[in-house]
C-alpha cells in the first residue's frame, strides 16, 4: 500500500495552460515534499512543505509554482503557466519527523505539456 | 554545489552472481544515505537506508557506508531478473539543506539469465 497517492496518474496539458497535481497522504504526516524527474535525468528536489508552510524551495521553484494544502489533507503542486519544458514525472514524498529521515514516494504523476 | 555520483552502467551481472553498486558524494557532512529501486516509468522505492559507518545488511541487500571516503554502496546477493532496475543513491546533507534529498543519476542493473 503507497504511503502517499497521487493525482492524476497522466496529465495532458497545452503550454500556458495551468496544472494542480494532487497528493493526498495516507496517515496523518505533516512534513512533505515535492520532486521532478524529467526523462532521462534524475530526480530533482523542488519543495518540502512541512506544518502547512513552505519549509525550503529549490531554485526550480519559480514564481510559477506553489504548493497549498486547500482542505487539511490533501497536498496541491501548482504549475501556472505550463512551458514545455516542465513535461516530466512529478513525484509526492512523505518523510518520516525526527531522528527517521527515510522518504516514501507516490506513485507519481507524468506531466506532459504540449 | 553538493553532488552525488554514480556509474550510469548498464551494470550486467548473470543471474544468482553479486552486483556491486557504488556512490560518492561530496559533501563531506552529509549524515543520511538512501538507495531507492527505480523500474521504468516507476516511482522510486525505498531498499535500505543507512546513517553509520560499516555495513548495513537486509536479506538479500547490505549497503556499505565509508563516511572517510565518502562512499556508500550496495550489494544485492543472489542477484534475480526481478532486480533488474536502475539503483538511485540519495544523501541528506546537514548543511542548510532540511532533510531533502540529494540523488544520483542512477545505475541501471541488468540481471541476465
Known amino acids: 500500500e503507497p504511503e502517499v497517492t497521487q493525482t492524476p496518474s497522466h496529465q495532458v496539458t497545452q503550454m500556458g495552460q495551468e496544472v494542480i497535481l494532487r497528493c493526498v497522504p495516507i496517515?496523518?504526516?505533516?512534513?512533505f515534499y515535492w520532486y521532478r524527474q524529467i526523462l532521462g535525468q534524475k530526480v530533482e528536489f523542488l519543495v518540502s512543505f512541512y506544518n502547512n508552510e513552505i519549509s525550503e524551495k529549490s531554485e526550480i521553484f519559480d514564481d510559477q509554482f506553489s504548493v497549498e494544502r486547500p482542505d487539511g489533507s490533501n497536498f496541491t503542486l501548482k504549475i501556472r503557466s505550463t512551458k514545455l519544458e516542465d513535461s516530466a514525472m512529478y513525484f509526492c514524498?512523505?518523510?518520516?519527523?525526527?531522528?527517521?529521515?527515510?522518504?516514501?514516494f507516490g506513485q507519481g504523476t507524468r506531466l506532459t505539456v504540449v | 554545489q553538493k553532488e552525488v555520483e554514480q556509474n550510469s552502467g548498464p551494470l550486467s551481472v548473470p543471474e544468482g552472481a553479486i552486483a556491486s553498486l557504488n556512490c560518492t558524494y561530496s559533501d563531506r557532512v552529509s549524515q543520511s544515505f538512501f538507495w531507492y529501486r527505480q523500474y521504468s516509468g516507476k516511482s522510486p522505492e525505498l531498499i535500505m537506508s543507512?546513517?553509520?559507518?560499516g555495513d548495513k545488511e537486509d536479506g538479500r541487500f547490505t549497503a556499505q557506508l565509508n563516511k572517510a571516503s565518502q562512499y556508500v554502496s550496495l550489494l544485492i546477493r543472489d542477484s534475480q531478473p526481478s532486480d533488474s532496475a536502475t539503483y538511485l543513491c540519495a544523501v541528506i546533507g546537514l548543511t542548510g539543506g532540511g532533510n531533502k534529498l540529494t540523488f544520483g543519476t542512477g545505475t541501471q542493473l541488468k540481471v541476465e539469465l
Open positions: 514524498a512523505r518523510v518520516g519527523q525526527g531522528m527517521n529521515t527515510e522518504a516514501f
Open positions: 543507512i546513517y553509520s559507518n
Open positions: 496517515s496523518n504526516h505533516l512534513y
